[in-house]
């Protein structure tokens, strides 16, 4: 696993300068290719890398103010990375040998991190780090579960065009099995350091109320499309599934309680396992541990 640091590091050259040159430099590095390649496929992005760079890092005055909190971030980060402490966490939620072989990339503006191909990236001007510099730990442990998760899959990741409810089904479960190991594998470590307040997603699954209705919703949502795999989809549809993202954050939550219960009744090793396998025997799995939750 490769820790790079020469987007923020040019990021940080150009807002203090001004010298567009800096700019340039950044739109030839690999991170920028990695957030590239996620905003043209997953974005609808259409703009070049250079564009991309100058956006994000506009307009200069105001990310100028930045400046501070990102430098004390990235301090951080590369401290994270020399102790190794990420990487070696994320691996307790990972297949036995597996090696990663990508790159997490500390980038500045885009998102707060994304996956793409065996690459993830952290996002340093996020404000979620702004008031606690250790999230950067944990969600650090999120992006490289996601890199790992993706590089186990050959570099799948499914796509938005599609016509039918089947489709949309497959999507879920890739989607939910994606972003909830990355949650449960973050989870202890802030148990540990009490820090499971700092978030709503840990936050709401403490709240066992709030996830027996969030749990009923997802499945609500999961079946009307699984139900009925030769329907097409309509813009309703599309609708609908927004809770399960920028929404409720449904795919988070329910899905770091499925890899919680899962791991707690049938071990860590079936838990990653299934990482291999399609991502329908995620929850095929947790409704055989917990039946009545159909």
């Known amino acids: 696993m490769t820790y790079d640091f020469s987007f923020v590091n040019l ?63 990235l301090n951080f980060a590369k401290t994270l990375a020399k102790s190794g402490v990420v990487e070696k966490i994320t691996l307790q939620y990972l297949p036995k040998d ?9 980038t500045f503006g885009y998102d707060i991190g994304v996956v793409f191909g065996e690459n993830s990236s952290l996002n340093l001007a996020h404000p979620i780090f702004s008031d606690d510099v250790s999230e950067i730990k944990f969600w650090a442990i999120h992006e490289l579960h996601h ?55 840990y936050v709401t699954l403490q709240n066992l109320e709030l996830m027996r209705e969030q749990i009923k919703r997802f499945f609500d949502i999961y079946f009307h499309f699984k139900n009925s795999p030769d329907s097409l989809l309509t813009g309703r549809d599309w609708q609908k599934i927004h809770v399960l993202t920028s929404g409720e954050r449904l795919l988070y939550t329910v899905g770091a ?8 009744k ?23 541990l917990r039946p009545h939750t159909r």
């Open 98 to 106: 597996f090696r990663f072989s990508g790159s997490l990339f500390f």
């Open 147 to 201: 890199a790992g998760f993706v590089q186990i899959r050959e570099g799948y990741m499914p796509s938005f065009d599609m016509t039918t409810y089947g489709e949309m089904a497959r999507l879920i479960e890739y989607a939910v099995h994606l972003e909830g190991m990355a949650t449960f594998s973050a989870l202890a470590i802030r148990e540990q350091e009490n820090a499971m307040n700092a978030h709503r997603d």
């Open 11 to 73: 990021a940080i050259k150009y807002l203090e300068t001004g010298n567009t040159n800096y700019l340039y430099q950044i739109s030839k590095l690999d991170a920028t290719r990695h957030i590239f390649n996620h905003a043209s496929t997953f974005g609808g992005y259409d703009g070049t890398k250079l564009e991309l760079v100058t956006d994000l890092l506009s307009p200069r005055d105001r990310q100028k103010e930045l400046l501070p909190i990102v430098k004390r971030n």
């Open 257 to 264: 309680y499925i890899a919680r219960t899962i791991d707690q």
């Open 266 to 288: 049938a071990g860590r090793e079936r838990l990653v396992d299934m990482i291999f396998k399609p991502s329908e025997n995620f929850i095929t799995t947790f409704l055989e």
